[in-house]
Structure formats: structure tokens, C-alpha cells
């Protein structure tokens, strides 16, 4: 199983960013994902996950701004981030639990910044 996230970068407040985790190895509609973020000095956290049942979950933080998705097609899960805000600056990682192991991305770095 061999996760990579792209999409990062650069975006003023306000703005929107939509990063992607593609999934190798997996099928991505079949297990818990989810995508975390570690902003600088920070611990890593939770921001939105599907759960077993294909329930989706948002940390209260970014509830109704950003919005996780995937395609089994494309072995992708996406989460798309509108209305960013300066404290959303983190690296995104991407997770998959597979129940008897679980895997993380390398991360992808957003930085919100006017």
C-alpha cells in the first residue's frame, strides 16, 4: 500500500485548495481514511475521516468549509477546503487503516498567508 498526497501550496485567507490522496495497492472505498494535519509546532490532528460504514466526520474546526470525497474509480480521496483560514496551515497527511495495519502519506504543505 503506497499513499500520495498532492495539491498543497500557497492561498490567501478566503481562498480555496483542494488536496488529493492517491491511493496504490488498495481499494480506497474499503477501509477508514481520513485526513489529518500537523500545523507547525503543533500535534498532528484529526480534520475528517471516513468512518467503516462510509460515514463522514469533520473536526468542529473546518465543519461546513471543507468537504472529504473519493473516487473507488481513480483510487483517490480528496478533501476539498474552501474559506481558508490562516490557522488552517498545516501539512495534510493522508491515512488508511486496514484494520490489522495502517498507513500514512508523506504529507503535502498548505500554507494560508496573505
Known amino acids: 500500500v503506497q499513499l500520495v498526497e498532492f495539491g498543497g501550496g500557497v492561498v490567501q485567507p478566503g481562498g480555496s485548495l483542494r488536496v488529493t490522496c492517491q491511493a496504490s495497492g488498495v481499494l480506497v472505498t474499503e477501509h477508514i481514511m481520513a485526513w489529518y494535519r500537523q500545523p507547525p509546532g503543533q500535534e498532528r490532528e484529526l480534520v475528517a475521516e471516513f468512518t467503516r460504514d462510509s460515514n463522514k466526520n469533520y473536526a468542529d474546526s473546518v465543519k461546513g468549509r471543507f468537504t472529504i470525497y473519493r473516487d473507488s474509480v481513480k483510487g483517490t480521496m480528496s478533501l476539498q477546503m474552501n474559506s481558508l483560514k490562516e490557522e488552517d496551515t498545516a501539512v495534510y497527511l493522508c491515512?488508511?487503516?486496514?484494520?490489522?495495519?495502517?498507513?500514512w502519506g508523506q504529507g503535502t504543505q498548505v500554507i494560508v498567508s496573505s
Open positions: 491515512y488508511l487503516d486496514r484494520g490489522w495495519a495502517a498507513y
